[in-house]
């Protein structure tokens, strides 16, 4: 069963910075593009950040781009999310997304999520 | 906020059928590109329900159904169960954000 284990959430100041990662198991990580969606408490959904299987193709919502980074190690089967710069609309749970396949396909395998707070 | 509308909130009662729209625009549904539906039951993660417009991943029962048509798309649920009380969003990709959307979600009541 493909696994997607979030970690590296928790409270941190307004202007600071939190590394996320995702490790990945039960699938050849390497062949599929991965995302960071997020949802802030009682919100709906928001995509945060895409990386293709090679990380050639990286993109970024608005929100957060020039503040985050998407990384992938595809020996280690990982995903991170350097964020910098956090502000308090920050505050969500994030996910680990996996696409269905290449493309707008779908987004088939979900983790359950790391929950960042950007508070003072 | 989301460039991709969905009503707050449909009610049924079990048994019955309801749908959930899904409104976007020239950029992203207009455009030919592909809807997806979530189920997000309470305190979990979502999980895909309807992909490429009407395509369900193994294990979605057959009483949701989605369908395409211009900017807008719709999910239909029939036969509708206590189970299926949720919160459902779409989503799509958009040209001009360069990035995936999200619907605003709706909320299922049974």
């Known amino acids: 069963e493909v696994q997607l284990v979030e970690s590296g959430g928790g409270l941190v100041k307004p202007g600071g910075s939190l590394r996320l990662s995702c490790v990945a198991s039960?699938?050849?990580?390497?062949?599929?593009?991965m995302n960071w969606v997020r949802q802030a408490p009682g919100k709906g959904l928001e995509w945060v950040s895409s990386?293709?299987?090679?990380?050639?193709?990286?993109n970024y919502a608005d929100s957060v781009k020039g503040r985050f980074t998407i990384t992938r190690d595809n020996a280690q089967n990982s995903l991170h999310l350097q964020m910098n710069s956090l502000r308090a609309e920050d505050t969500a749970m994030y996910y680990c997304?996996?696409?269905?396949?290449?493309?707008?396909?779908?987004?088939?395998?979900w983790g359950q999520g790391t929950l960042v707070t950007v508070s003072s | 906020q989301s460039v991709m509308t969905q009503p707050p909130s449909v009610s049924g009662a079990p048994g019955q059928r309801v749908t959930v729209s899904c409104t976007g625009g020239s950029s992203n549904l207009g455009a030919g590109y592909d809807v997806h539906w979530y189920q997000q039951l309470p305190g979990s993660a979502p999980k895909l329900l309807i992909y490429?417009?009407?395509n369900r991943p193994s294990g979605v029962p057959d009483r949701f159904s989605g369908s395409k048509s211009g900017t807008s798309a719709s999910l239909a649920i029939t036969g509708l169960q206590a189970e299926d009380e949720a919160d459902y969003y779409c989503?799509?990709?958009?040209?001009?954000?360069?990035?995936?959307?999200f619907g605003t979600g709706t909320g299922v009541t049974v």
């Open positions: 989503q799509s990709y958009d040209s001009s954000l360069s990035g995936y959307v």
């Open positions: 039960e699938f050849r990580f390497s062949s599929y593009s």
């Open positions: 990386i293709s299987a090679n990380s050639n193709y990286i």
């Open positions: 997304v996996r696409d269905r396949y290449y493309g707008n396909s779908g987004h088939d395998h």
């Open positions: 490429g417009t009407n």
